[in-house]
């Protein structure tokens, strides 16, 4: 058996969460970050037939049968996840249609995943029903986005536009645009459904006075999602309360539609 510490998905999910703390995104134990992994991949570090104790997830997902996530633990901090993987990080196979996950590695302390765990697992369900290369939803804290659900509308199109319309590239990295929830109670499965229900349409999904949730096919490209529309949501808390001047009008937008060749969501443009 390979030593799993130095598995490419484990140094890489390390990295990333490291540099979301460094970002400011994950105060305390905030935000948490799942990655799929292949059998294959994991039998390569781990004895699969190898249980080291069950854990009742409280939901099923049926679609996720047999299928093997690297999710960060619940109550832990992500500036601490380098220091010591083992305790802050679990590997997990969802078995029983989704009802219960075997604990193959991690939470060394006892612990146990992110009590986000539902919102997880329904996403990646719900993006691997769009797109079967799906591999990674992550959750966080960006204060510029949290920021602007507090004094922009949270109609999911006004919202899109207005992100799109702060970074040139926005449109170009999220053509998708941004869902978003209103305010509900975090951790519990009803978030969880809401939470997939916008996935279907879009790869990122705000909740309102919280935080937001990414999902993508690599750890590198939803960390950049999410890095993107911070920014622009950065943008626009620095110009918000100043006369706008100058915009990004829809017939750029549609320039840069054509030549980066993405098409901006259905409607969203005139
Ligand atoms: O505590 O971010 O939403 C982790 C969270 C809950
Ligand atoms: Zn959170």
Redesign the pocket.
């Known amino acids: 058996m390979k030593n799993i510490l130095e598995a490419p998905f484990m140094i890489e999910m390390i990295r990333t969460v490291t540099n979301m703390y460094a970002h400011g995104w994950d105060e305390r ?4 970050v799942s990655l799929l992994l292949d059998e294959a991949e994991v039998s390569e570090y781990l004895d699969t037939d190898k249980v080291i104790r069950t854990i009742p997830t409280g939901f099923s997902a049926p679609d996720l049968e047999g299928k093997y996530f690297l999710v960060t633990g619940t109550g832990k901090y992500f500036k601490n996840v380098q220091y010591e993987p083992e305790v802050n990080l679990g590997i997990v196979r969802l078995e029983d249609g989704g009802e219960n996950a075997r604990l193959l590695w991690g939470y060394s302390d006892g612990g146990q995943f ?3 765990f539902p919102a997880h697992m329904m996403s990646h369900a719900a993006r691997l029903g769009v797109d079967p290369a799906n591999r990674v939803v992550m ?1 966080c ?1 960006p204060a510029n986005l949290l920021a602007m659900t507090y004094v922009h509308t949270l109609d999911e199109k006004e919202f899109t536009r207005t992100l799109w319309q702060m970074c040139t590239e926005c449109i170009v990295v999220f053509p998708d645009g941004v869902n978003v929830l209103p305010w509900m109670l ?2 519990t499965n009803e978030i969880g459904l809401a939470t997939a229900e916008k996935m279907k349409t879009a790869r990122l999904v705000v909740w309102s006075l ?2 937001i949730y990414g999902a993508g096919k690599d750890l590198d490209e939803t960390f950049g999602l999410i890095e993107t529309a911070e920014k622009a949501a950065e943008i626009y808390m620095k110009i918000a309360h100043l006369p706008r001047v100058n915009t990004i009008t829809d017939e750029m937008m549609h320039q840069l539609e054509e030549r980066f060749n993405v098409k901006g969501r259905d409607g969203y443009l005139e």
């Open positions: 134990n905030g935000g948490n992110t009590s986000e959750h804290h975090c951790g919280h935080g």
